[in-house]
């Protein structure tokens, strides 16, 4: 089965769009922009794969402890540095499986591969295609929304149907309320967060809709794909659990 990438929907087409395509909420979607043309290239993290530096994430099953009832995250990025705070009773499923992620590597020189100017910010597709194939399809129970998208809340994607949300993630650059009923935020940024808005968006929204990467093809190639097509990518470096 070809891998396929995550949908995140407006409220206006969730109940009528069925594709599994990754794509995003379509009335909220920015039309495609030009990638902005330079002469230097943004430094981008680059290391061995996945599945070698880190081997349990071959094994979605070993993602099974439960958070803490509030930590925080560290993510190290080309652009600096920013941290995301869970509050565990804001959507119990997510920040477990956002909790096993960050601390089994899953994060660690990933890209922001869908950066949209006004709306959000997407991240969370592996690197490396072997992990991609494990993780595609396990997903988790659905939570309700306690919490809206407002700026700075961190929420996974999912593929407009119950139960998958699986590795993406993203950040809303401002308060995206009609999100609520669907994307349930499970964390906020509380430090760092004109880190979260420097990421690069010269590639505008992405395949098929605009110019950015195409989710099925990060999926099934990698950063390979990206640093060959999207090099002014920002990405994260490395994200760990610090209390």
């Known amino acids: 089965m070809k891998a396929m990438g995550l949908i995140i929907f407006s409220v206006a087409v969730l109940a009528a769009c069925k594709s599994k395509h990754d794509v995003e909420p379509a009335s909220l979607s920015a039309s495609a922009s030009t990638p902005a043309k330079s002469s230097a290239l943004a430094p981008r993290p680059s290391g ?54 960050v601390k089994m590597g899953f994060y660690d020189d ?7 100017d006004g709306f959000m910010v997407q991240f969370g597709i592996s690197g490396d295609p072997a992990v991609n194939a494990r993780w595609q399809n396990a997903g ?13 809340y961190v929420t996974f994607a999912q593929r407009g149907m119950p139960g998958t949300r699986t590795t993406q993630i993203f950040i809303n650059y401002k308060d995206n309320a009609n999100l609520d009923p669907t994307f349930p935020a499970f964390g906020q940024v ?7 808005d420097a990421v690069y968006k010269g590639y505008g929204e992405g395949a098929p809709r605009g110019a950015g990467p195409d989710q099925g093809r990060i999926q099934s190639q ?4 990206l640093d060959a097509n999207f090099p002014q990518l920002d990405g994260v470096k490395q994200a760990r659990i610090i209390r």
Do not use: C
Not at 190 to 196: A, F, L
Not at 222 to 225: D, K, M, V
């Open 110 to 116: 990933t890209r922001f591969f869908r950066a949209i």
């Open 190 to 196: 509380v430090q760092g967060m004109d880190v979260v």
């Open 140 to 152: 988790i129970v659905d939570d309700p929304s306690k919490q809206s998208n407002k700026r700075g």
């Open 48 to 101: 061995p794969l996945a599945s070698v530096v880190h081997p349990d994430l071959l094994d979605p099953s070993k993602a099974k402890d439960r958070a803490p009832d509030v930590f925080q995250a560290k993510f190290v990025t080309t652009k600096g540095d920013f941290v995301v705070e869970v509050h565990r009773d804001w959507a119990p499923n997510g920040a477990d499986r956002f909790f096993n992620l």
């Open 222 to 225: 990698g950063n390979t794909y």
